[in-house]
Each structure stands twice: as structure tokens, then as C-alpha cells.
Antibody
Framework: QVQLVESGGGVVQPGRSLRLSCAAS????????MHWVRQAPGKGLEWVGI????????YYADSVRGRFTISRDTSKNTLYLQMNSLRPEDTAVYYC?????????????WGQGTLVTVSS | QSALTQPASVSGSPGQSITISCTGT?????????VSWYQHHPGKAPKLMIY???NRPSGVPDRFSGSKSGNTASLTISGLQAEDEADYYC???????????FGTGTKVTVL
């Protein structure tokens, strides 16, 4: 069955970097657009970015563009989120999500999330 | 890009119907039939409930239905059940720089 498992979260100082991973099983990431979505403590969901099914296109939210980079390793069937120049407002639970087959505007499977805390 | 506007909370008794609104602009909700709804129990993975305004994924009870009028989309839960108590978020494609925008979220309470 489809499963997404995020890892790599933790406590990091402002200005530092962190890389999150999302291990996929039950499907191949090279067949689906893959997204990152985050939720700050006590706040709602915020879309972070997407990598297209073929890896050729990447789009980001204004709040992270230029600091965050999405990539994938198809041999490991894993999605990544490289986060640089982290700010306290990046503190959130980060989810990876799969684009629904046949669609491109919604997310049919999500992971349980990994918590990133940016604090000195 | 501002978040889509949802009521902070909606409540109802078991068996009743409730409706959650999601208001955007002509650049998102009103301009495209790409509105989806997610159920989120805290600490768990969000779950897709409705896609492309009105469509239910396999396995989602038909008590859940979606609609749209102008710049406002709606999620209706009929025959409310205790397990429906959760946070609900709408999402829309947007023509702005940020491709997707979520709603502010609605906490549904079953009385």
C-alpha cells in the first residue's frame, strides 16, 4: 500500500540548514508530482512546493522561494526538501504529499510529518 | 497570497448537516474548478475528502459533498458522526506566484 514517511526534522539555529527526507513505498515518485506542505504550531496548512512527476519543473511558495529546494532520488524512491537560511517562522511540521493520479491539483496520500524547530 | 477564508469553527449534533465555506477570489476558487478539501485529525496525516470541487475519492463516505458558487466553495457533511470531529481545510489552485493556497481551517465539533 502507499506509504510516505518523513524524517530529518529537529532543532536548528536561525540561519542554518536542514534536509528533510520523504521515503515513498507502494508507488514510484517518478510517476507522480510530489509536494511539501507545512503547518506551523497552532496555524493552518501552508503549501511549500512541488516537483513534477518527471523532475523537470519545481515551484515554490513565495515564503520559501530562493531558500528551499525540492529534489528526489528515484533509485531510493525518496523525496527531499533542502532548507537553507532557516528562520524562526519556518518552525512547523512538514508533510510530504503525493499528487493524485490523473489529477494535478490535489494530494491523495500524505505522510505523518516531521517537526522542524528553528530556535537559538 | 492570502489564505482562503474559512469559519474558525462549526458545530452540530449527531445526525445533523453542517456546511463549511471557503471564500477566495477570481484568481483561485472562482477561476478554476480545482478546489479540494482535507480532513485533519491532529497528529495524523491529512486525508483527501473532495477533489475538483465535487468529486469524492474512493472510500470517502457519500455523507461528504462539495460545491462551488462564484468565489466560494463549500463542504457539506450530512448525517454528522462523532468521527467527523476534526479540522477541515480547503485548497485551491491559484494563478498567483504561489500555485496552491489553503484555507484558514475550520474546527468541526460534534456536540
Amino acid at each position: 500500500q502507499v506509504q510516505l514517511v518523513e524524517s530529518g526534522g529537529g532543532v536548528v539555529q536561525p540561519g542554518r540548514s536542514l534536509r528533510l527526507s520523504c521515503a515513498a513505498s507502494g508507488f514510484t515518485v517518478s510517476s507522480h508530482g510530489m509536494h511539501w506542505v507545512r503547518q506551523a504550531p497552532g496555524k493552518g496548512l501552508e503549501w511549500v512546493g512541488i516537483i513534477s512527476f518527471d523532475g523537470s519543473n519545481k515551484y515554490y511558495a513565495d515564503s520559501v522561494r530562493g531558500r528551499f529546494t525540492i529534489s528526489r532520488d528515484t533509485s531510493k524512491n525518496t523525496l527531499y526538501l533542502q532548507m537553507n537560511s532557516l528562520r524562526p517562522e519556518d518552525t512547523a511540521v512538514y508533510y510530504c504529499a503525493r499528487e493524485r493520479p490523473g489529477g494535478w491539483s490535489d494530494f491523495d496520500y500524505w505522510g505523518q510529518g516531521t517537526l522542524v524547530t528553528v530556535s537559538s | 497570497q492570502s489564505a482562503l477564508t474559512q469559519p474558525a469553527s462549526v458545530s452540530g449534533s449527531p445526525g445533523q448537516s453542517i456546511t463549511i465555506s471557503c471564500t477566495g477570489t477570481s484568481s483561485d476558487v472562482g477561476g478554476y474548478n480545482y478546489v479540494s478539501w482535507y480532513q485533519h485529525h491532529p497528529g495524523k496525516a491529512p486525508k483527501l475528502m473532495i477533489y475538483e470541487v465535487t468529486n469524492r475519492p474512493s472510500g470517502v463516505p457519500d455523507r461528504f459533498s462539495g460545491s462551488k458558487s462564484g468565489n466560494t466553495a463549500s463542504l457539506t457533511i450530512s448525517g454528522l458522526q462523532a468521527e467527523d470531529e476534526a479540522d477541515y481545510y480547503c485548497n485551491s489552485y491559484t494563478s498567483n506566484n504561489t500555485l496552491y493556497v489553503f484555507g484558514t481551517g475550520t474546527k468541526v465539533t460534534v456536540l
